[in-house]
T-cell receptor, first 110, second 112 residues
């Protein structure tokens, strides 16, 4: 099955810094989503981005499907950005099932 | 709109006991999912449903059963709980296959 690797596993930044999180996947996908899990455990869908680039405020994401990776950019980090960021992908063969990476744990210090 | 809700939020079971987790969504979504999340890991799909009256197995279905009698509800049952089922359980829904998934707040289950 598809393997999903996220890097880095942990990231500690000062408030105001920018960051780039990476998601590599091992096979073709037709579904890629980025999620933020806040420190209270709630999962929020950030982007649905099987290809191309999207922006939402200080967050943006780019997926290069042909090279099998996606990037999540966070600019001008705030303490509320802390939490775990997950990438999840779905293949054409099994579109219902999202395969999840292990996540990047982000800590933003004031 | 409440979105996706889950009950209960917390539960402690003894080995061998049974329980049912309830998921409800008010977005008229066709697809619903049950996941489990273990410490330091991403989510793993237990079962899912592509519409009222349908269910299918996901990646880790053993020890769980599900039912979708009404479009808005998706139930997850544990017939005989085991310590290995200690986890946080999340329900999600989406409008279509492969669409954006929206999550409930989770249920923290401990089996002793």
């Amino acid at each position: 099955g598809i393997q999903v690797e996220q890097s880095p596993p942990d990231l500690i930044l000062q408030e105001g810094a920018n960051s780039t999180l990476r998601c590599n996947f091992s096979d073709s996908v037709n579904n890629l989503q980025w999620f933020h899990q806040n420190p209270w455990g709630q999962l929020i869908n950030l982007f649905y981005i099987p290809s191309g680039t999207k922006q939402n405020g200080r967050l943006s994401a780019t997926t290069v499907a042909t090279e099998r990776y996606s990037l999540l950019y966070i600019s001008s980090s705030q303490t509320t950005d802390s939490g775990v960021y997950f990438c999840a992908v779905g293949s054409a063969d099994s579109n219902y099932q999202l395969i999840w990476g292990a996540g990047t744990k982000l800590i933003i210090k004031p | 709109n409440a979105g996706v809700t889950q009950t209960p939020k917390f539960r402690v079971l003894k080995t061998g006991q049974s329980m049912t987790l309830l998921c409800a969504q008010d977005m008229n979504h066709e697809y619903m999912y049950w996941y489990r999340q273990d410490p330091g890991m991403g989510l793993r799909l237990i079962h899912y449903s592509v519409g009222e009256g349908t269910t299918a197995k996901g990646e880790v279905p053993d020890g769980y059963n599900v039912s979708r009698l009404k479009k808005q509800n998706f139930l997850l049952g544990l017939e005989s709980a085991a310590p290995s089922q200690t986890s946080v359980y999340f329900c999600a829904s989406s409008r279509r296959a492969g669409g954006e998934q929206y999550f409930g707040p989770g249920t923290r289950l401990t089996v002793t």
